[in-house]
């Protein structure tokens, strides 16, 4: 079996012995994959440091067959995630969004693009003491980003269920299991839906279309844009992956003001 290389961000580590431990890391040409790295803490291994949750490391690993675990066999970090000397609130959302790679992603599928949105959010999260409501702004673009990498972004201009052009108005139905807005015909007949405002759909699409693109409101605008964001963004990535996760709680528990 010939050795493969690439780059990674390593999303979680679990002991696998008194030194060894195994990765679940995404990369950027072989998607997600678990390894495992023996000897990983022992001196003068062959990891040079690198194995930390969050590191963005170049790494050579062996590729097993079938179900096996595949054989990690060198790390160089290129990238430490450092968000704990910054605040609990940018280590959390940078913990949310390892959490949603792991969920987010199937085992050896690559998406380069979602690669490099993680790598700019992360490098992002450690690069300053951001405001909460900076924090609030880049978790919600991720979201909404990644879906749009995977090809699950949610409809925010047609009906998600008929395909019909939904008007924008002061309020539209959102169906959670329906996948985006929906129109007057189909909202009774959907299960989950939770009612919108223009401003809370607006920003969505700018997220999604234009993720960089300038935010324009005062700050008790942006805190209550904020705050119906989160929510709606928490219950559609739930809906999205099957079940609770487990971070948005922490960062639901990040004040908006600011």
Known sequence: MSSEKTEAIILRIVPFSESSVVLTMLTRDFGKISALAKGAYRPKSAFEGAIDLGCHCRVVFIKKSSDALDLLTEAKLERRFRAANKS???????????????????????????????????????????????????VATFELQA???????????????????????????????????????????????????????????????????????????KNQLNGELRGVLRRYMSHHVGHELKMPRLIDGIRVRG
């Open 147 to 221: 879906l749009k990498t995977l090809g699950h972004a949610p409809s925010m201009d047609v009906c998600a269920t008929c395909g019909k052009t939904v008007a924008d108005g002061a309020r539209v139905a959102f169906g959670m299991i329906s996948g985006g807005v929906l129109c007057d015909a189909c909202r009774p007949r959907s299960r989950q839906v939770v009612m919108l405002s223009k401003q809370a759909r607006d920003a969505m699409r700018q997220r999604i279309d234009e993720p960089g693109g300038a935010r324009s409101a005062n700050q008790t605008q």
């Open 88 to 138: 609990l609130p940018q280590l959390y959302v940078g913990y949310y969004i390892f959490e949603l790679l792991r969920e987010l992603t199937e085992s050896d599928e690559p998406h380069p693009d979602l690669f490099d949105l993680s790598l700019w959010t992360l490098k992002k999260i450690d690069s300053a003491d951001l405001i909460p409501g900076e924090l609030l702004d880049l």
